[in-house]
DNA sequence: CTGAAAGCGCTTACAG
DNA sequence: CTGAAAGCGCTTACAG
């Protein structure tokens, strides 16, 4: 046997035949126990997974269908909906699959789009230990967006977050800031420098504040608006609270708001507080949010093309880094003269 | 020949035999004009489309897996979303597919899913006219979220979008407006009762008009925050502007919000703005504003329970119509004295 | 309870 | 250029 196991393996291992070793996959009526242990102890060792292609020609192929409008509203959203773009044209489908920001459920994702036999996968901040993704990689045409590092059988788009960070920061230091903190999240267990975006960004974030003297502060907390929030209170109600606060992402940046409009204090006059994504919402007045742009518009078509170059035959590792570009708005302004 | 056509089917209707249709089918060398004209004829005539499984068993699936993070963000995304916890913990696997709004992109991604031999469908905001929806769904489990009408073969989920409507209306008489616009997109060429929710929106802002003895006052543009502002344009630059604007979506409420900022108008003291769907930034400080949530929430796990249902047997159509609830917020305050 | 055989709807060498 | 046959990896009656 050599390439994927298929039932007939399974069937070998084990000794049985192969409609048996397809009862006990079904959970059938009329299996024995012991039937039952041999069959699933080979599926175990071979790592076998069957195919839904095959299934489906003759049972159910338990996919369900969702048909939804546009969705291009957030970074992954925004990626996804490229890709479809880039699709459209060609024979190829995109399909799309929701994980939560779970290395466990990602994989569980990515696992019942290789049992549909795909041709291609595009992982999008995938939290996988890079070990797990170069198998993949090696089975399989793979791409991974907003993931940093250098694969050895994948390609990745990224963004430079490391410069995007530093360019805040410079921003700031400009305005007059000298306290400066950032609100990051967990690395997630990831090993440099295969590490996703955020991590990156922390990195810019604090070799800048050192290259211009300052001393980094970061608390860690979840990138969403609730997150943001509790690292803003954390921060605000602190002995010495910072002038600026840059959040690691805008969703974040919006719970720093809450949490300092809470506080009574006023944005930009009596806080800065600056994000990273530039989603819809940073933009709308009253919202205003100085942020940056991290050309998420090209990053999904590129992650497309890529993808099709390797099912084409393309085996050369391709590593595409996009520079991110500062937006300034409302929400940062020089530091009060005294709080 | 019954059920759906083969490439046997094609074979015997063409008079030539399988090998040669699929080859006509792949664009591989070697037929003659005269064949691919036959064959292309007769998939015409049968509409046979190769199912996507069977394909894949010795060539290619044409399937692009995208694997992302959660994508709650606007009202198709979370529904999305909650489908895809619905499964979790069940055999099933939604793959999404992403339409614009226009029913001729939808019905291509539904078909791209239907060759993929899916078990079951969801269409969320489906533009498509009835007649090839319920052809559909005598084919295969079909639900409709966020469209009205009973259907005779499919499921459907909507929130009440009349009563919604109405509900604001009703808010905004109470708090004394009288000269209260309405912002709605086209329907689509939908006839009744099988319309979109906008549409049914749109009815009950017009009836509550209609029941406080108010003239109502429609202007027609996208769902979108530019579509919004130009409404808002066109109403604010008018003869007599209205002292209150409900935008039909949340998003154009945005659009609306930035034509009267831009008129140096503030809200809510010069002007309402209110909006429907309650999308994460609506209830940003600094935006603020007085919506309609539709409870899409259940909707998604409604959706799922229903299709699951229908899988497992049910033949019988449901129609769930979840009740809306209003949403009060900064962005609505009785009219000013005068103008 | 277990297994040999047919078949799902395609594609792919291989003859003609 | 065209077609008969084998095969992809499963499931499904059907014998045993």
């Known amino acids: 046997m050599n390439g994927k196991p298929t039932i007939k393996d399974v069937a070998a291992k084990a000794g049985v035949s192969v409609s048996a070793v397809s009862k006990v996959l079904r ?6 126990d012991e039937m039952r242990d041999k069959v699933n ?6 790592d076998y997974r069957p195919r839904t292609a095959a299934r489906s020609m ?3 192929s338990y996919s369900i269908g969702v048909v939804m409008p546009g969705i291009a509203s957030s970074f992954p959203t925004q990626i996804a909906e490229e890709i ?4 459209k044209p060609t024979p190829y489908q995109p399909i799309i699959t929701v994980g939560s920001g779970m290395a466990k459920e990602q994989i569980e994702a990515a696992e019942a789009l290789i049992d549909r036999q795909i041709d291609g996968i595009i992982l999008i901040s995938p ?24 694969g050895r059988h994948y390609d990745s788009v990224t963004d430079n977050a490391f410069e995007g960070a530093l360019a805040m920061v410079s921003h700031l230091v400009e305005l007059g800031h000298r306290s400066i903190a ?8 990831l090993k440099r420098p295969y590490v996703l ?10 070799y800048a504040m050192k290259m211009h003297g300052l001393k980094p502060r970061t608390v860690i907390s979840a990138y969403t608006e609730d997150g943001g929030y509790r690292a803003g209170c954390e921060l605000l109600d602190g002995d010495e609270p910072p002038t600026a606060i840059f959040a690691g992402s805008d969703i974040a940046a919006f719970g720093v708001m809450r949490a300092a409009y809470e506080r009574g204090l006023r944005i930009p006059e009596d806080l800065t507080v ?12 009253g919202v205003d949010l100085t942020t940056v742009d991290q050309s998420s518009n090209r990053m999904g078509r590129t992650a497309a093309q890529l993808l099709l170059e390797r099912i084409e035959g393309r085996t050369e590792v391709v590593c595409r880094i996009e520079s991110p570009k500062l937006v300034v708005r409302g929400s940062s302004a020089p530091p009060a003269k005294r709080r």
């Open 41 to 46: 102890a080979a599926v175990k060792e071979l």
């Open 58 to 60: 003759r049972g159910r």
């Open 84 to 87: 479809n773009d880039f699709f």
């Open 127 to 150: 939290w996988m230990d890079i070990a797990w993704v170069e198998r993949l990689a090696t089975r399989i045409p793979t791409v991974l967006v907003a993931r940093n590092g250098i």
């Open 274 to 285: 600056t994000g990273y994504d530039n989603v819809f919402a940073s933009g709308l007045h």
């Open 197 to 206: 975006s955020h991590t990156s960004r922390q990195d810019g974030y604090e």
């Open 27 to 32: 959970d059938a009526y009329g299996v024995s």
């Open 182 to 189: 950032y609100t990051s999240m967990g690395d997630g267990g």
